[in-house]
């Protein structure tokens, strides 16, 4: 007697068991019936959302894809508090949250992005970037002014700084009118195709030069900063020795039509990687990784910045400085477009007074 009485327990809690799992799937078939078209129709909107963006939704659409998906909102809370099937709530649970992204989401083209960048992002980053851009351009000053005494005092440093292929028989050693050869000499007689072969080197090699400056500057900043200092070095070099010769005007000129930008642009990819590396010289409150982080997205846009400067000084240098010969156009060029970025960085991304006011 006493067996059949333990079976007779468990073969009423067994069926109290399956009553109960039959009652939770009749109640989440109801609760899925009352409400199941209403996401279907959300689930259509966000569908045809996801693959050509809100735009390609009428007036009457959007407002329905707000709606469902505050619907869809409160259907997965209410589901969640009377504990229905988990199938249920893993749909509602992806369908909220594909209905977020496609609400709440910045919808952004690439071009709306890239637009954004260039007119807000990259000026703004500059402007945060005041100690980290006077350790670049302050690099880059003291080693031109150390290369050019150096050389004053004693020639023979410019074989210390200079590489030989960057040389190229433009050494102390070289007359006047061959220096002077090599800053007008027949270059606009190139065709378009070595120009452009010339232009795509100077890229390549002004590129390799920058991404080290920049990638080096998380080493607590310091090699980025002797290896601005050494371009540097050799700039002033070499100005040092045209000058000596009588072509100082001439060396300028030659220099400023592609040089302000270019040797901009390693002083600012030279403030990216002090960026960097002060983040983790100087975390302040935050922790190395969290100030390195932080730190990260004005370094980009710097380092962004550099490439950009570097594209038109590769463009200058290879097409224009090669076919202007006179140095007075070089020199308005070259400086032109040197207040052309002073006024893009300084001025863009501005908020106006309205626009400030009305925050406030």
């Given at each position: 007697?006493?067996?059949?009485?333990?079976?007779?327990?468990?073969?009423?809690?067994?069926?109290?068991?399956?009553?109960?799992?039959?009652?939770?799937?009749?109640?989440?078939?109801?609760?899925?019936?009352?409400?199941?078209?209403?996401?279907?129709?959300?689930?259509?909107?966000?569908?045809?959302?996801?693959?050509?963006?809100?735009?390609?939704?009428?007036?009457?659409?959007?407002?329905?894809?707000?709606?469902?998906?505050?619907?869809?909102?409160?259907?997965?809370?209410?589901?969640?508090?009377?504990?229905?099937?988990?199938?249920?709530?893993?749909?509602?649970?992806?369908?909220?949250?594909?209905?977020?992204?496609?609400?709440?989401?910045?919808?952004?083209?690439?071009?709306?992005?890239?637009?954004?960048?260039?007119?807000?992002?990259?000026?703004?980053?500059?402007?945060?970037?005041?100690?980290?851009?006077?350790?670049?351009?302050?690099?880059?000053?003291?080693?031109?002014?150390?290369?050019?005494?150096?050389?004053?005092?004693?020639?023979?440093?410019?074989?210390?700084?200079?590489?030989?292929?960057?040389?190229?028989?433009?050494?102390?050693?070289?007359?006047?009118?061959?220096?002077?050869?090599t800053i007008y000499g027949d270059e606009g007689q190139?065709?378009?195709?070595?120009?452009?072969?010339?232009?795509?080197?100077?890229?390549?090699?002004?590129?390799?030069?920058?991404?080290?400056?920049?990638?080096?500057?998380?080493?607590?900043?310091?090699?980025?900063?002797?290896?601005?200092?050494?371009?540097?070095?050799?700039?002033?070099?070499?100005?040092?020795?045209?000058?000596?010769?009588?072509?100082?005007?001439?060396?300028?000129?030659?220099?400023?039509?592609?040089?302000?930008?270019?040797?901009?642009?390693?002083?600012?990819?030279?403030?990216?990687?002090?960026?960097?590396?002060?983040?983790?010289?100087?975390?302040?409150?935050?922790?190395?990784?969290?100030?390195?982080?932080?730190?990260?997205?004005?370094?980009?846009?710097?380092?962004?910045?550099?490439?950009?400067?570097?594209?038109?000084?590769?463009?200058?240098?290879?097409?224009?400085?090669?076919?202007?010969?006179?140095?007075?156009?070089?020199?308005?060029?070259?400086?032109?477009?040197?207040?052309?970025?002073?006024?893009?960085?300084?001025?863009?991304?501005?908020?106006?007074?309205?626009?400030?006011?009305?925050?406030?």
């Amino acid at each position: 007697m006493m067996d059949i009485g333990i079976d007779g327990r468990i073969d009423r809690g067994a069926t109290a068991n399956a009553g109960a799992v039959q009652n939770d799937m009749l109640r989440s078939a109801r609760f899925r019936v009352e409400r199941e078209a209403h996401w279907r129709q959300l689930d259509i909107l966000v569908t045809r959302a996801e693959r050509g963006g809100t735009a390609a939704l009428g007036y009457d659409e959007v407002r329905n894809l707000a709606s469902g998906y505050r619907q869809a909102m409160n259907s997965l809370s209410v589901a969640r508090d009377i504990s229905l099937d988990r199938a249920l709530i893993a749909y509602l649970e992806s369908l909220c949250a594909r209905a977020y992204l496609v609400v709440y989401a910045p919808q952004e083209s690439l071009g709306g992005l890239t637009t954004r960048l260039l007119t807000r992002g990259i000026p703004q980053a500059v402007r945060r970037s005041a100690l980290p851009l006077f350790i670049g351009f302050l690099a880059l000053i003291l080693g031109a002014a150390a290369g050019y005494r150096l050389y004053e005092n004693d020639p023979s440093w410019f074989y210390t700084f200079v590489p030989p292929e960057m040389a190229d028989q433009r050494t102390p050693d070289a007359s006047a009118d061959y220096l002077r050869s090599t800053i007008y000499g027949d270059e606009g007689q190139h065709d378009s195709d070595q120009l452009a072969a010339f232009s795509a080197f100077l890229f390549s090699h002004n590129t390799s030069i920058v991404v080290l400056i920049f990638t080096l500057g998380v080493f607590v900043s310091v090699p980025s900063f002797i290896l601005t200092f050494y371009n540097g070095l050799i700039l002033g070099a070499f100005f040092a020795m045209f000058a000596r010769k009588g072509l100082g005007y001439d060396v300028f000129a030659w220099l400023s039509i592609h040089g302000v930008t270019e040797l901009a642009a390693i002083a600012i990819a030279c403030a990216g990687g002090a960026r960097l590396g002060l983040a983790v010289l100087l975390p302040g409150a935050r922790t190395r990784k969290e100030a390195l982080r932080h730190q990260a997205h004005d370094a980009v846009k710097l380092a962004i910045l550099a490439a950009l400067m570097l594209v038109v000084a590769a463009f200058i240098e290879g097409f224009l400085r090669q076919l202007i010969q006179d140095p007075t156009s070089r020199l308005i060029i070259g400086w032109g477009v040197g207040l052309f970025w002073i006024a893009w960085l300084t001025l863009g991304g501005r908020e106006s007074k309205a626009s400030r006011e009305a925050v406030r």
